[in-house]
């Protein structure tokens, strides 16, 4: 008997980009069309954020998330504030499955004032996520200890959910990084660069990693694998991902896709496993 074809969920993706507005309906269908059924939508300030509740409320596969970027951390008032927690309110209403994308970013700007504001943003999102009981999706660029000692405040007291998110667009070691990353309850995420000839370090911590902990994503229209670098990425091209990944990994696509498929309903949508965290 053949198995059936895998399935695939983009669990960061950001169709709410401009890039994306004369041809969203064919994006979405080119997606299906290779097997990715369920997309995140993630929202990096609130204009992103608002339009990522609308794609998924027009697009059964697409559900949303939301959150203000480190990037732009400076914009984070109590009106903002007050408007994400009326979102996170109706979660489900909305579509909503995470706060993301949050977190901290050195790679351009650094500073104790820079750290500060992307701190103060980053905790009050953290403080948002555990208030509606939703992961986080966290960015984290050439800011690891700030994020994980951020991170470590509230795991120690308990209060981060056992799944507590995923580290979009993981760039951390095999060692270190990643067993604190588990250790926060963590997951790790993966996109296009992985199928570039000089991720090696990212295929490191693919090749030994729980794999339960995996997820891939797209962070279209950023981030295009192979065969496809220089152009818009989007959700359709998620399988050579997948295929990097299960070639890593000396798994069959239709093994690793059960077990991502496993993986993403975890952590985001865990009403469908009757799991609880």
Known sequence: M???APIWID????LNDGRFGDDLDAVIERALEAGVTR???????EASSDLALAIARRYPAVWASVGLHPHDAGDWTPTLAAHFDALLREA?????????EVGMDFHYVSGEEVAARQELAFRAQIELAIRHDLPLIVHDRDAHLAVYDCLESYHSTGRLRPRAGVLHCYGGSADFYLQRAIHLGLDVGFDGPITYRNSRRAAEVIAQAPPERLHIE???PWLPPEPHRGKR???????????AMARI???SPAELSRQLEANGLRLFWPEELGATD
């Open 233 to 243: 990425n989007e959700p359709g091209f998620l399988p050579y991902v997948a295929a």
């Open 2 to 4: 053949l198995e059936p």
């Open 11 to 14: 669990t960061h993706a950001h």
């Open 39 to 45: 997309m995140i939508c993630c929202g990096y300030d």
């Open 92 to 100: 489900r209403v909305n579509r909503i499955v995470a706060v993301g």
């Open 218 to 220: 797209t962070d279209c």
């Open 249 to 251: 990994r000396d798994v």
